[in-house]
């Protein structure tokens, strides 16, 4: 992790109703500092997904597991890195991502393209939002051996090449 990088870790509960409002909390401060420096709120949703999936399917949602907030927030991008601790990816994954960094639809059920059974509440889109969202996101092992999902958002510009500043409605 790059030391200009903010560096926070967290221990998510292992029941559903619960860890998804740790993860919303979680993420606040994040999300409150990107909006701030004019990011949409679309940042936080992509952000969600990303330590979502960390909790429930790189750690098992075993809440003696950490995810790994690494995070950068300056005029020209948010650099975030999610990490989990065990970095287990199903072979169906890749061809899975491929497919959104074609393009070829923006919403993919990660279940109904892998033909795996859908688990608990989940629908299996939450990759589609990180890659819908995202301007790039990236997957590779930590050094601890833990599953890295890095995402990056640029801010928007505008016609002259000049940065703009979002509008929040």
């Given at each position: 992790i790059p030391d200009s990088y903010t560096i926070k870790e967290f221990n998510f509960s292992s029941e559903d109703n619960i860890y998804r409002k740790e993860i919303k909390c979680a993420l606040d401060d994040i999300a409150n500092k990107s909006m701030a420096a004019g990011y949409p709120i679309?940042?936080?949703?992509?952000?969600?997904?990303?330590?979502?999936?960390?909790?429930?399917h790189g750690n098992k949602k075993d809440s003696a597991k950490k995810?790994?907030?690494?995070?950068?927030?300056?005029?020209?991008?948010?650099?975030?890195?999610?990490?989990?601790?065990?970095?287990e990816?199903?072979?169906?994954?890749?061809?899975?991502?491929?497919?959104?960094?074609?393009?070829?639809?923006?919403?993919?059920?990660f279940y109904k393209f892998s033909g795996r059974e859908a688990q608990g509440p989940n629908l299996g889109t939450?990759?589609?939002?990180?890659?819908?969202?995202?301007?790039?996101?990236?997957?590779?092992?930590?050094?601890e051996s833990g599953l890295v999902a890095?995402?990056?958002?640029?801010?928007?510009k505008d016609l002259s090449g000049n940065q703009s500043k979002n509008i929040n409605w």
């Open positions: 679309s940042v936080f949703t992509a952000l969600y997904e990303a330590v979502l999936n960390a909790h429930q995810v790994v907030i690494a995070y950068k927030i300056d005029n020209e991008t948010v650099e975030v890195g999610v990490i989990d601790e065990v970095g990816l199903t072979p169906e994954f890749f061809p899975f991502v491929q497919r959104h960094r074609e393009g070829l639809e923006p919403v993919l059920d939450g990759t589609s939002f990180m890659h819908m969202y995202a301007d790039n996101v990236q997957y590779f092992k930590s050094s890095h995402l990056t958002f640029q801010r928007e």
